[in-house]
């Protein structure tokens, strides 16, 4: 029964969704939008269409998974190095000014300093999958506002992490040495990435090539994107 519900949501959803990005396509709206309309329409504040919320949810994040790694496999560390002025200068000032402004407006309004801060953490993060999406549609991620802008995510994801470190403290829930262990633990995780990239994981990709099993390679590329995510 479980499985038939399944594919029910997921027959409507691509129906539905087909519909909604054909007729924005004719009059020129990005697919990104018509696919966000079409979630509206079909989740629980719209038409509430799919019964099966969980397991759609768990889809769509690999969905967001395989995006952005597809995305990324267009980027180094060399040019991110290169991006470095985008990243910290452009995309550090773009954060600290939206956290700054929005703090001091919702302090205003809410009168409680937590609530403001977490407000402007909030206002300050944009959303890489679509972001990247357009700008990767229309070819534009090399171009001078592409930088830019993949810049300016690229700090925003970077700031997620502390942003997630600094809300239990500011509700009273954690202290300043359990936000000194995660801090270590995520430098040490991120440390291992980087010089996995550089080194394990093409010698891996190298000797899984070497056997030319295409099956092979596909479960590898899996395991490395799933397995990072």
């Not at 954060?95 to 206002?123: C, E, H, P, R």
């Not at 470190?165 to 995660?182: C, E, R, V």
Request: proline share 3%.
């Amino acid at each position: 029964m479980h499985e038939i519900i399944f594919l029910q949501s997921l027959i409507i959803i691509l129906g539905i969704s087909a519909v909604v990005v054909f007729a924005l396509h004719r009059i020129k709206v990005p697919s990104v939008v018509g696919f966000l309309l079409a979630g509206i329409l079909l989740g629980p504040y719209g038409l509430h269409l799919i019964k099966d919320i969980r397991t759609i949810q768990v889809f769509a994040e690999i969905g967001v998974i395989i995006l952005l790694f597809t995305i990324g496999l267009e980027f180094s560390l060399s040019k991110f190095l290169k991006m470095r002025t985008e990243v910290f200068g452009i995309g550090g000032l773009q954060v600290l000014l939206t956290v700054m402004f929005v703090t001091f407006i919702s302090y205003q309004w809410l009168g409680d300093y937590n609530k403001a801060v977490f407000a402007g953490f909030l206002t300050a993060l944009s959303s890489t999958a679509i972001v990247m999406k357009q700008l990767s549609d229309k070819g534009e991620i090399d171009s001078p506002h592409g930088r830019t802008s993949v810049g300016i995510l690229i700090f925003q994801d970077l700031c997620i992490v502390p942003f997630m470190l600094f809300i239990p403290i500011m509700s009273g829930g954690g202290g300043f040495a359990d936000l000194t262990i995660t801090f270590a633990k995520a430098f040490a995780l991120i440390s291992i990435m980087i010089l996995s990239a550089k080194w394990v994981v093409p010698t891996l990709l190298h000797q899984v090539v070497r056997t030319k099993n295409r099956e092979l390679f596909v479960i590898t590329i899996l395991i490395l994107c799933f397995g990072i995510a």
